[in-house]
């Protein structure tokens, strides 16, 4: 499967300059046949908006803003499936308001609306959790796997204040069998700075860790088929976490967009960008040649 991850620094709030920073981006890489082309979270509107008065004019009616439409129009140009993040207005009365991500299919149809269950604090200045009662897994026909989606914070444990071990989202992802897991981010470093610039260029290895620990049911889940010799070849589950880069004000984000595959109890991670990349990630998890194994385990991630 050949995915790519537009990572990239919106400007807060500038729509048709972060449309062309992204379509710049597209242009300079020139992918071709690619299965599934991801952008971050909130990805033309800039993610830290202060309040609902600071986000209001970039709301989107549901599945037919200017984020959507870029989608469906990327999709079928490339021949892809695309997913986009965006502010979402629902069509409700009284209306709702989420933060939300469209999956596109390569005909420009919509073929998933997710929306995000577990805030974090500067989504609770205007946007509802979603309204599943629980994450969930889909099968998407055209990308021949059963998919679970999440934005962000959905990775953590809810509200910062659920047991650590709960793992809901991966917890969730395992029991269902999902085999693609998408996340689409606006994931925050810890730091108050810019990244000094031979930091910059590199994936911050904390936060891939960080990332890999959310994952543990996952990798609890494809390690049994080497205790169960009755359990046949176990299958891979491919994880692609699109982050963006760049600042925001105070908000400084990791970048570092990631695709890794889980398979016997281990991660191989097929590609990572740097902290402060703007460019497409684009990998084939079929070239495992390539890919090096990522060699942390739980008791080093928490160690």
Same mark, same amino acid.
């Given at each position: 499967m050949r995915i790519g991850c537009l990572q990239f620094a919106p400007a807060l709030g500038d729509v048709a300059g972060n449309i062309e920073r992204a379509d710049a981006i597209l242009a300079k890489a020139a992918p071709h046949h690619l299965d599934l082309l991801m952008l971050p979270e909130l990805a033309f509107t800039g993610y830290n908006h202060p309040s609902l008065a600071a986000i209001e004019?970039?709301?989107?009616?549901?599945?037919?803003?200017?984020? #959507?439409?870029?989608?469906?129009?990327?999709?079928?140009? @490339?021949?892809?499936?695309?997913?986009?993040?965006?502010?979402?207005?629902?069509?409700?009365?009284?209306?709702?308001?989420?933060?939300?991500?469209?999956?596109?299919?390569?005909?420009?149809?919509v073929v998933w609306h997710y929306r995000k269950r577990f805030l974090y604090y500067t989504d609770e200045t205007w946007a509802q959790e979603g309204d599943d009662a629980d994450f969930t897994t889909r099968h998407v026909e055209g990308l021949g796997h059963d998919v679970a989606m999440g934005i962000c914070m959905d990775l953590n444990p809810y509200r910062f204040q659920s047991a650590w071990d709960t793992y809901e989202f991966s917890s969730q992802a395992a029991a269902s069998r999902a085999s +693609?897991?998408?996340?689409?981010?606006?994931?925050?470093?810890?730091? =108050?700075?810019?990244?000094?610039?031979?930091?910059?260029?590199?994936?911050?290895?904390?936060?891939?860790?960080?990332?890999?620990?959310? @994952?543990?049911?996952? +990798? #609890?889940?494809?390690?049994?088929?080497?205790?169960?010799?009755?359990?046949?070849?176990?299958?891979?589950?491919?994880?692609?976490?699109?982050?963006?880069?760049?600042?925001?004000?105070?908000?400084?984000?990791?970048?570092?967009?990631?695709?890794?595959?889980?398979?016997?109890?281990?991660?191989?991670?097929?590609?990572? +960008?740097?902290?402060?990349?703007?460019?497409? @990630?684009?990998? =084939?998890?079929?070239?495992?040649?390539?890919?090096?194994e990522l060699r942390m385990r739980v008791a080093a991630c928490q160690g």
């Open positions: 004019p970039y709301l989107e009616s549901t599945a037919v803003g200017p984020s #959507t439409a870029w989608a469906i129009a990327a999709a079928r140009r @490339l021949g892809c499936h695309v997913s986009v993040g965006y502010p979402e207005k629902s069509t409700a009365t009284p209306r709702v308001l989420y933060n939300a991500v469209v999956l596109v299919s390569p005909e420009g149809l +693609l897991i998408l996340v689409t981010m606006a994931w925050n470093a810890t730091r =108050d700075s810019p990244w000094p610039p031979n930091e910059a260029s590199m994936p911050d290895m904390s936060t891939l860790g960080y990332w890999f620990e959310r @994952l543990q049911p996952l +990798l #609890t889940a494809s390690g049994r088929s080497l205790d169960d010799p009755t359990a046949g070849a176990a299958k891979e589950v491919l994880v692609a976490m699109c982050n963006r880069s760049g600042a925001e004000g105070s908000a400084i984000y990791a970048g570092s967009s990631t695709v890794m595959g889980i398979v016997d109890g281990r991660a191989i991670l097929y590609g990572a +960008l740097g902290r402060d990349a703007e460019e497409l @990630l684009v990998v =084939d998890s079929s070239e495992k040649q390539d890919a090096a």
